[in-house]
């Protein structure tokens, strides 16, 4: 069975930084892109980034670029989300997810996490 | 990347059946048959009930199916449930640097 276990949440001042991380189990986590989303109080669902089974290539959306580093550790079989710069609006739940399928097959998230929760505020 | 459009709400009654739509672009659900709906319960992560456009998980019953015509997917829920009141999302992939853009959510309310 597929577990992702996020952890690294918590209160953080605006211009801060945090260290996400997911521990995953039960799949070949070197074989999987892995995911993160987040999803604002209250509000909808927004991709954050992605990154490939070997760590080399990573996409983040406009709103998080430059400032989160998406990376894993596939000796750990775990991955990471590094973010900086945080602002208000940052302030969410964060998921980490797998892509369905491997290589070029699949684009959606076929298991989640159960989210931390960060909170950007003074 | 703009989210999809979908409606803020839709309801039906038990046994009834409600669709949802989902509107994006010629970029985005127009350009691929990469459309996925999720379930997402409250305090609970999201749960992928359609991939593919049309596709189930394993486990997933068969009155949910989805499809798409043009730059908008729909997702109908058949003989509703109870345990069908939940929030959906859907998603479109958009390429590499756009892996997943979702819609805006709908609640489906099981009057």
Known sequence: EVQLVESGGGLVQPGGSLRLSCAASGFTFTTYAMNWVRQAPGKGLEWVSIISPSGSTTYYADSVKGRFTISRDNSKNTLYLQMDSLRAEDTAIYYCAKKRGTGQTGRDLDSWGQGTLVTVSS | ?111
């Open chain 2, 1 to 111: 990347q703009s989210a999809l459009t979908q409606p803020p709400s839709a309801s039906g009654s038990p046994g009834q059946s409600v669709t949802i739509s989902c509107t994006g672009t010629s970029s985005d659900v127009g350009a691929y048959n990469y459309v996925s709906w999720y379930q997402q319960h409250p305090g609970k992560a999201p749960k992928v009930m359609i991939y593919e456009v049309s596709q189930r998980p394993s486990g997933v019953p068969d009155r949910f199916s989805g499809s798409k015509s043009g730059n908008t997917a729909s997702l109908t829920v058949s003989g509703l449930q109870a345990e069908d009141e939940a929030d959906y999302y859907c998603s479109a992939y958009a390429g590499s640097n756009n892996f997943c853009v979702f819609g805006t959510g709908t609640k489906v309310t099981v009057l």
